[in-house]
């Protein structure tokens, strides 16, 4: 089960919003309703941002949201903040034997 | 609130056994929830490990199965993780997690522990 596909960096200017994909395939991203986004700051542990594809956990900022269209989920952030520069992990369950797979993560820097 | 902390060993020889203890406070295990393991070697991302069940049900990832054994521990309310035969490749930041969803393990981690660094080195 190879990790699911994020582009390595997005960037954008302070109010902008910007997305980041997550690619799978049918057996995970496409198949289920069980994709979760992950912020991570450095040295810091990963935080639930999204769950079930579009949910956001309490305390979450409603600027940040989730989608998917076939075998492609994506986190949008809008109104980007100096705060929100941190690695982004997608996560999705998979009918696979792996049983959960991440994303390969994208860094988000605000310029 | 959940709090989960994790202890162990910073530094493992290689071909010897990695264990690890996560903590948990704030919640019961016996009450329920899957409790996970996931690592994240230097400057790499994120990769699931396996997950328990109060119950002692167990779910691993095919590419560890062979060298994991987690088990938990409700008198302490504590689960463990073993890694078997490690090499330097086993080099990580592991985080212990609480599963979403109390019946359930496919929606994703909703409370993290901050994680520890393990470095697998003679």
């Known amino acids: 089960q190879s990790a699911l596909t994020q582009p390595a960096s997005v960037s954008g200017s302070p109010g902008q919003s910007i997305t980041i994909s997550c690619t799978g395939t049918s057996s995970d991203v496409g198949g289920y309703n069980y994709v979760s986004w992950y912020q991570q700051h450095p040295g810091k542990a990963p935080k639930l941002m999204i769950y079930?594809?579009?949910n956001r956990p309490s305390g979450v900022s409603n600027r940040f949201s989730g989608s998917k269209s076939g075998n492609t989920a994506s986190l949008t952030i809008s109104g980007l903040q100096a705060e929100d520069e941190a690695d982004y992990y997608c996560s999705s369950y998979t009918s696979s034997s792996t049983l959960r797979v991440f994303g390969t993560g994208t860094k988000v820097t605000v310029l | 609130q959940v709090q989960l902390q994790e202890s162990g060993p910073g530094l493992v020889k290689p071909s010897e056994t990695l264990s690890l203890t996560c903590a948990v406070s704030?919640?019961?295990?016996?009450?329920?929830?899957?409790w996970g393991w996931i690592r994240q070697p230097p400057g790499k991302g994120l990769e699931w490990i396996g997950s328990i069940y109060h119950s002692g049900s167990t779910y691993y990832n095919p590419s560890l199965k062979s060298r994991v054994t987690i088990s938990v521990d409700t008198s302490k309310n504590q689960f463990s993780l073993k890694l078997s035969s490690v090499t330097a490749a086993d080099t990580a930041v592991y985080y212990c997690a609480r599963a979403l969803g109390r019946f359930t393990m496919v929606r994703g981690f909703d409370y993290w522990g901050q994680g520890t660094l393990v470095t697998v080195s003679s």
């Open positions: 704030g919640y019961s295990i016996s009450s329920g929830y899957y």
């Open positions: 079930d594809v579009s």
